[in-house]
């Protein structure tokens, strides 16, 4: 069965999608990623799309699902690389993802994440570890 | 009841299920381990754990 990688960067956790998304893929992906950020204690969830040429409504769910998920585990989600064609159709079909940040690059999701993570320990507290 | 919650432990299934159902946890503050959740608590009281004596 095919899996998508998921690799570590420090503490965040990088998921570049490069294939059509079926059901099963999808599914997988939610396991294997929720339970990655458990294990690795990830403080955030970096989502690579400048593969896909379209993004559907399950894709967008999907999207909007694993930011939920990650979120209930402490670790924030940002899109990165949305082509310009899938931005105009996302807008154009309605679909909002909830909870779901974009970036332009890598580097600027990274750091999205670093000052979310560095807000949030301020307000909450931070583990040394 | 004036106290705060926070939710620990919570299993990867467990997230997905509560997305899937559509749960709404609010603000409630969620973490994935209790040792995180712990150390919030432990600042949010204003106390620290120190240690008594050196390790040898």
Known sequence: ?129 | MGAECMISGIRPQIAQTIVHLGVDIGDVLTKATLADAFAIALRRSGLTVTRARAVE
Not at chain 1, 8 to 27: E, F, P, S, Y
């Open chain 1, 1 to 129: 069965m095919d899996r998508i990688p998921i690799l570590k960067m420090g503490d965040c956790l990088l998921v570049t999608i490069q294939v059509d998304m079926h059901d099963r893929l999808a599914l997988t992906l939610q396991d294997d990623l929720t339970d990655r950020i458990v294990r690795s204690r990830a403080r955030g969830v970096l989502i690579d799309i400048s593969s896909l040429e379209i993004v559907n409504s399950f894709i967008g769910r999907m999207l909007g699902n694993i930011a939920a998920m990650a979120r209930i585990l402490d670790a924030e989600t940002v899109v990165v690389g949305m082509r310009p064609a899938v931005a105009i159709t996302l807008v154009e079909l309605g679909l909002s993802m909830p909870g779901v940040r974009t970036a332009l690059s890598v580097e600027k999701g990274i750091g999205m994440l670093r000052s979310a993570q560095l807000q949030r320990e301020s307000l909450n507290g931070s583990v040394e570890r």
